[in-house]
Antibody, heavy 128, light 106 residues
Framework: QVQLQQWGAGLLKPSETLSLTCAVY????????WSWIRQPPGKGLEWIGE???????NYNPSLKSRVTISVDTSKNQFSLKLSSVTAADTAVYYC??????????????????????WGQGTMVTVSS | SSELTQDPAVSVALGQTVRITCQGD??????ASWYQQKPGQAPVLVIY???NRPSGIPDRFSGSSSGNTASLTITGAQAEDEADYYC?????????FGGGTKLTVL
């Protein structure tokens, strides 16, 4: 039974750096992508970015200049850093496992993602 | 702003069938996945790929796709299906979510 356990500071001041870590228990770390997703209060989900066990990353273009996602395979953990936070970054932050498959169509291979396991979420508030 | 468009709210009578849609150019190439979220809880994957259900998801949930539109269908909606539903799909820049649809079961 794979579980994701996440932790990090819940209250930040503007301009500080958000830092969260997610640990993977009970399953393989390689063979998947690992993602961060956030949800402002009362609003929808926003994909932040992802990393695989080799350290290959993809980021949301709207956040790319402030985001760093890293991995520690020795601990089966991955982490999120978001710099220069403002009140707009106040949200519940989730880590999630991404199960990736591919299908072939129209002469190309296309990736199919599924966020199949989620962490419990961490509420991060940015306030002076 | 989301590149995947969902109706903000949909309602269905108990036991009836409801379709929740998601529109976006990326859906012409990529399959959508669908997530159910109840208040105060993390989202749960309900459909992914062509029409795949994770273990534990009732078979009243199904997915389909046509052109630039992906659909989640609940056949015989139950009271416990009342929730927010989000679609997600890859595109050239990442993995955006739709804005979400609030499903009310009457």
């Amino acid at each position: 039974q794979v579980q994701l356990q996440q932790w990090g500071a819940g209250l930040l001041k503007p301009s500080e750096t958000l830092s969260l870590t997610c640990a993977v228990y009970g399953g393989s770390f390689s063979g998947y992508y690992w993602s961060w997703i956030r949800q402002p209060p009362g609003k929808g989900l926003e994909w932040i970015g992802e990393i695989n066990h080799s350290g290959s990353t993809n980021y949301n273009p709207s956040l790319k200049s402030r985001v760093t996602i890293s991995v520690d395979t020795s601990k089966n953990q991955f982490s999120l850093k978001l710099s220069s936070v403002t009140a707009a970054d106040t949200a519940v932050y989730y880590c999630a496992r991404v199960a990736v498959t591919y299908y072939y169509g129209s002469g190309s291979y296309y990736r199919v993602d599924a966020f199949d396991i989620w962490g419990q979420g961490t509420m991060v508030t940015v306030s002076s | 702003s989301s590149e995947l468009t969902q109706d903000p709210a949909v309602s269905v009578a108990l036991g009836q069938t409801v379709r929740i849609t998601c529109q976006g150019d990326s859906l012409r190439s990529y399959y959508a996945s669908w997530y159910q979220q109840k208040p105060g809880q993390a989202p749960v994957l309900v459909i992914y790929g062509k029409n795949n259900r994770p273990s534990g998801i009732p078979d009243r949930f199904s997915g389909s796709s046509s052109g630039n539109t992906a659909s989640l269908t609940i056949t015989g909606a139950q009271a416990e299906d009342e929730a927010d539903y989000y679609c997600n799909s890859r595109d050239s820049s990442g993995n955006p979510f739709g804005g979400g649809t609030k499903l009310t079961v009457l």
